[in-house]
């Protein structure tokens, strides 16, 4: 019986074939296009929510108009997060992020290409949790000139973990000291 249902449906799948392709072509985008759209929702969602006060984190971005055109970034200087402390209440305390791009790093005669540099404000580990391998991480940026690196960076430029604290890297002829080093 069941045989007899396929035989008559792959008949008529075959006699109409447009129809067929049309069917199943649609039925493929709209599958992919859900498929897509959970996955970005699902992203969205979960974007760093490893955090433990995650909930408590906004980004503020700028907005700037020129010739017509609206560029948005999630730039700001020091002076608009001190406005924003000093005038909203609810503002408990503020970041200044700042990706440099490539930057080449060098220690002694070894030089390193790194793609994931930023400059950051002493507050970033009031917001944001890492374990810390070695180092204060509540003291680790107050100073200027200083840096924390990543557990994978400390062995791919001193070989050991341990080697890292104390040791001074330079970035563009910059002397940075490595305060503290986390695992990421």
Request: net charge positive.
């Amino acid at each position: 019986m069941f045989e007899n249902y396929l035989k008559t449906t792959f008949r008529n799948l075959w006699r109409h074939k447009l129809n067929t392709f049309i069917n199943v072509f649609s039925l493929s985008v709209g599958i992919s296009a859900a498929m897509l759209i959970f996955l970005y929702v699902q992203s969205e969602l979960r974007y760093d929510r490893h955090h433990p006060l995650a909930e408590r984190i906004f980004r503020v971005p700028i907005e700037i108009t020129s010739q017509g055109k609206i560029d948005k970034f999630g730039l700001n200087n020091i002076i608009a997060s001190q406005e924003l402390k000093a005038f909203y209440p609810d503002v408990v305390n503020y970041l200044r992020l700042m990706p440099q791009g490539r930057q080449t790093i060098s220690y002694e005669n070894s030089f390193f290409n790194e793609d994931n540099v930023a400059l950051a404000d002493s507050s970033l580990f009031t917001f944001f949790n890492y374990p810390v391998l070695q180092g204060n991480l509540k003291t680790a940026l107050k100073e200027p000139n200083t840096m924390v690196i990543s557990a994978e960076k400390a062995k791919k430029y001193f070989g050991k973990i341990e080697n890292a604290l104390g040791k001074a890297l330079k970035i563009n002829n910059k002397s940075y000291q490595i305060t503290a080093v986390i695992q990421t």
